[in-house]
């Protein structure tokens, strides 16, 4: 089995690197890591990116709005790194156009027009078209759905979305090609320290009590939300680090919106914000988000009933024809922003929607390093800077051990579904076509309509760590978004699937369906 060979492993092996934490930062170092021929390890308490790398708003940008707040630096770096991923990652990070009508006063206009020329500014040399003004008869010919009262024009510019689960996953899946380990389910539970550095790394498997040691050179931390209940486990903390803000997301039939753009609406109540509407795959549309202050618990978050009316609300201020309702809802998410507290308590701002998303880089011991903050769509450039802060404090003592093959060239392939999947899969698409050569039935939809096959649900078992009904469902496939009914056959396909690839035993697909009820549950109601 693939999970025991990681056990395996890592049992045997001295790191260079251990990485705590699996979501797209912690994803991010541990490529880079296995990129620069070291010796790595990932691990997450949970699944890989079941925290906020899959509960983002599934857009790569620079942060339009953060201009306002003149954090010019991380705008920049967020455009740049938006095109770096456009091209290392075309099948999961898209170009898409964003609509913003402007209501109110010619004033607002003007406000947006200078905003987007300084976003364009900062972009330099791009793929990506320039921004261009709308006039108003213009919108009310092609956006009839929204409301014309006191519209003054818009605007249309691009960034890109994204898949943030199957990003996060396939970036970790690129580490383990290059040598790297990957444990998910398996949770950092003591810091063994000898003359101020840690030596080893005890660890709890959450999935049938498989424990770990784990030996490195180096530890990072990059446990986002949870990095205070880390950094407690090594030594109690006197600060608190993080101040996460909480987004809720409603997903609605994709129908009901625009599917060419992102349509961006004002809140209801005037308060500056914005509701972006975002076409997603499988006929979907996002709704989102909100920016709350966050002291709950950290594990379980729910949306509540005046956090969705506050969404539906304010879209539907801009909907004069088709209201949206509680049945038009398909489902909910709710996600935690690892923003970092402010250093001086006292003058912490309570409004979380202005607080930095940059984030900061420190040394718990001699070779215990915490990343904590940031975006999305900047990982890849925080991870680096990350690896170059330790070699930089260590020159010598990480040495490169594993060097990569080069990838064998893509051919053509005669099979119906070659291009659909290379198109979803991009270089993945050899290892999809490969299992269905092992069986043609494999190339079949796992249900009626379905958009996805046999074979792509046996590839998130074999080569991107799934090993949970929640870890399909949810964050390797879409499935749970669109489930509105509770699909019995649907269900136990998948674990027939499950039972053939990992051995599950009746038991096993009992207390998974228990398991998996929990969090459908949480998709689909609200407080």
């Known amino acids: ?66 201009l306002q707040y003149f954090q010019i630096k991380m705008v920049y770096e967020g455009l740049h790194e938006r095109e770096n991923l456009l091209s290392l990652y075309p099948h999961l990070v898209k170009p898409q156009p964003y609509f913003m009508p402007v209501y109110g006063s010619w004033v607002n206009k003007l406000k947006f027009s200078v905003g987007l020329s300084g976003y364009d500014a900062l972009s330099g040399k791009s793929s990506m078209p320039k921004h261009i003004s709308v006039p108003e ?51 950092a539970i003591f810091f063994e320290e000898e003359d101020g550095e840690i030596i080893s790394l005890t660890c709890k498997g959450r999935l049938k009590g498989w424990d770990l040691e784990i030996k490195a050179k ?31 997301h409603v997903v609605v039939k994709g129908d009901l919106l625009p599917k060419d753009c992102v349509l961006i609406l004002p809140t209801i ?3 500056g914000r914005f509701i972006w509407c975002l076409p997603w795959e499988e006929n979907m549309n996002v709704l989102g988000t909100t920016d709350t202050e966050y002291n709950e618990g950290l594990n379980e978050i729910r949306s509540t009933k005046e956090e969705i009316d506050y969404l539906l609300d304010s879209v539907n201020k801009h909907l004069p024809g088709r209201k949206l309702t509680y049945d038009d809802i398909l489902s909910t998410y709710a996600g935690l922003r690892p923003l970092l507290a402010d250093p001086d308590p006292e003058e ?68 119906p579904l070659f291009a659909s999947i290379r198109d979803k899969y991009g270089d993945n698409v050899l290892l999809i076509m490969d ?10 939809p796992i249900f009626p309509k379905s958009n996805y096959i046999i074979a792509e649900i046996i590839f998130f078992i074999r080569y991107q760590h799934a090993v949970m009904l929640d870890d399909i469902l949810t964050r390797r496939t879409l499935l749970s978004y669109s489930m509105k009914d509770w699909n019995e056959d649907l269900i136990n396909i998948i674990c027939d699937i499950f039972k053939e690839e990992l051995g599950w035993t009746e038991e096993d697909k009992v207390n998974q369906i228990k398991n998996y009820r929990k969090n459908w549950d949480l998709m689909h109601s609200w407080e």
Request: one cysteine or more.
């Open 218 to 248: 180096q530890y990072v931390s990059a446990t986002g939300v949870w990095t205070d209940e880390l950094l407690n486990k090594y030594k109690p903390q006197a600060k608190k680090w993080m101040k996460p803000s909480k987004g809720i």
């Open 1 to 66: 089995m693939f999970r025991s060979f990681h056990f395996e492993q890592a049992s045997n092996t001295q790191y260079d690197v251990c990485i705590i934490g699996g979501g797209i930062t912690g994803a991010g170092i541990f490529l880079k890591a296995c990129e620069k021929g070291l010796r790595a390890i990932i691990i997450d308490k949970g699944d890989f990116s079941s925290g906020t790398s899959s509960r983002s708003a599934k857009m790569i940008h620079g942060g339009l709005r953060y």
């Open 137 to 187: 008869e213009e919108i009310k010919k092609r956006f009839k759905q929204i409301t014309h009262e006191d519209l003054k024009g818009g605007f249309i510019y691009y960034d890109a979305r994204t898949n943030d689960a199957r990003l996060t996953n396939e970036v970790i899946q690129q580490g383990v090609e290059l040598g790297g380990t990957a444990i998910n389910y398996l949770e």
């Open 435 to 444: 299992i269905i050569k092992e069986n043609k039935s494999y190339a079949n």
């Open 269 to 271: 109540d005037g308060d």
């Open 348 to 415: 912490e701002d309570n409004d979380s929607s202005s607080r930095s998303r940059d984030y900061e880089i420190w040394w718990n011991n001699d070779n215990f390093v915490t990343i904590a903050g940031g975006k999305l769509t900047s990982f890849l450039s925080m991870a680096e800077t990350c690896l170059n802060e330790i070699i930089e404090k260590h020159p010598g003592k990480l040495n490169p051990h594993i060097f990569p093959k080069p990838l064998a060239p893509i051919t053509k392939s005669g099979h």
